[in-house]
């Protein structure tokens, strides 16, 4: 626990893709700017729409880095992305594949809820 933030402290974590790191210590900045956004800490005294719109603003740069960062490494194809080579079928596939990897998340972040008792 990281004592002055009151937060589980950072730690490497194995990601879905050849050893990739889901948070590193190194994205602090970026992994404070969702945990101390106004939506978050605002969370159950009232979170405004303008504010619910930004958390979901700063989510959707997070995914647009990670498009610019490990997806250019792993889907990057020159002057194309995977996708543009895939058929319908293929891509249909990614898709359900990136869906249960959701499911297999939903369901870690479900038994840390239960562990914790919230579920009481």
């Known amino acids: 626990m990281d004592v002055d933030n009151q937060r ?7 990601g879905a893709y050849s050893g990739s790191v889901i948070w590193d210590a190194d994205d602090r900045a970026e992994r404070d700017s969702l945990v101390d956004h106004p939506a978050v800490t605002g969370y ?6 303008e504010e619910l719109a930004s958390f979901v603003e700063v989510l959707a740069s997070r995914a647009s880095s ?14 194309l992305q995977k996708f543009e080579t895939l058929t319908a079928a293929e ?20 038994i840390r809820v239960a562990r ?3 579920l009481r």
């Open 66 to 79: 990670r498009v610019r960062g490990v997806g250019a490494e792993q889907y990057g194809q020159g002057s």
């Open 91 to 110: 891509i249909t596939t990614e898709l359900l594949d990136e869906l249960a990897d959701v499911v297999a998340y939903a369901s870690m972040i479900a």
């Open 44 to 49: 159950g005294h009232g979170v405004s729409t």
């Open 8 to 14: 589980p402290s950072i730690t490497r974590i194995p």
């Open 116 to 118: 914790l008792g919230v």
